[in-house]
């Protein structure tokens, strides 16, 4: 009984997690007047598979993508290189200070993104990057997450991997690269995976930098569905669903790797 008991807690949280997403695919194949209806229904009276492509053409959704992968890839490299570099500095390298300073930078996981658009704003206006594609990216080319979670994962490699490069008269970033990072794959397949998650789903920061289409991305495209005089919610159930395809892909391909990365960058 105890077994079905947390079976049936574990079924729910599912459908808990899954039905926002099963109501949107419904709704995005629903004509126009059932989306809200009194009382509410999955399927409905016909498809509407046209719903996708009246979605598509309602504004630049291949620019959309197009900047959407470009900002998420370039954010995500430069993350995991200029994460993995600093991981490897606070994890196997000895200075002054150093535990100081990796408290200090873990306190800033504290500060909510919100408090620095402001002062990120400011900085980029007087770059003269507004509206520019290094004004989406720059600011966020390095996650503290990312250096925490590699710092982990590094501290718990045996100490004979590094002796060993030693002896071979590597450098630090011939080992990083060379042999560290190769033993790494589960954990810069996580952090690959949630950097490019959040860069792909950044709203607010799009929203503020961008002020010309040609510069969006997809969760700032789909505002295009709204207006003063209503909502095409038909439209825009739509139009999120081929905007999380990537997503899903990404986290299927990486989903091994991210469940296997984040449970050994907690051994130690």
């Known amino acids: 009984m105890r077994k079905v008991g947390i079976y049936l807690c574990l079924v729910v949280l599912v459908l808990f997690v899954i039905g926002p997403f099963i109501w949107m695919l419904s709704s995005s194949v629903k004509p126009e007047g059932e989306v809200l209806t009194k009382?509410?229904?999955?399927?409905?009276?016909?498809?509407?598979?046209?719903?996708?492509?009246?979605?598509?053409?309602?504004?630049p959704f291949g620019r959309y993508f197009l900047n959407s992968f470009l900002v998420s890839a370039i954010e995500t490299g430069f993350d995991l290189t200029l994460g993995?570099?600093?991981?490897?500095?606070?994890?196997?390298?000895?200075?002054?200070?150093?535990?100081?300073?990796?408290?200090?930078?873990?306190?800033?996981?504290?500060?909510?993104?919100?408090?620095?658009?402001?002062?990120?704003?400011i900085t980029l206006t007087r770059l003269n990057w507004i509206n520019t594609y290094q004004g989406l990216i720059v600011p966020w080319i390095v996650s503290v997450f990312t250096i925490f979670l590699m710092r982990q994962f590094f501290m718990s490699l045996p100490q004979e991997?590094?002796?060993?490069?030693?002896?071979?008269?590597?450098?630090?970033?011939?080992?990083?690269?060379?042999?560290?990072?190769?033993?790494s794959k589960p954990v810069w397949i996580t952090a690959a995976v949630i950097k490019f998650v959040g860069s792909w789903n950044a709203f607010l920061w799009v929203l503020i930098v961008a002020n010309s289409p040609s510069y969006y991305t997809l969760p700032v495209g789909l505002v295009n569905f709204s207006s003063n005089v209503g909502t095409v919610y038909n439209q825009l159930m739509a139009a999120a669903t081929f905007s999380v395809i990537p997503l899903v892909v990404v986290?299927?391909?990486?989903?091994?790797y991210f469940i296997e990365g984040v449970a050994r960058a907690g051994i130690k």
């Open 39 to 59: 009382v509410p229904h999955l399927l409905p009276s016909h498809f509407e598979f046209r719903n996708y492509l009246d979605a598509w053409k309602s504004a």
């Open 84 to 121: 993995a570099m600093a991981a490897y500095v606070f994890a196997r390298m000895d200075f002054v200070g150093k535990r100081v300073i990796f408290l200090i930078l873990l306190a800033t996981m504290m500060v909510p993104g919100e408090v620095l658009l402001i002062p990120n704003y």
């Open 161 to 183: 991997i590094f002796d060993a490069a030693d002896l071979d008269g590597s450098g630090p970033m011939r080992t990083l690269f060379g042999m560290v990072m190769p033993l």
């Open 251 to 256: 986290f299927l391909i990486g989903q091994r």
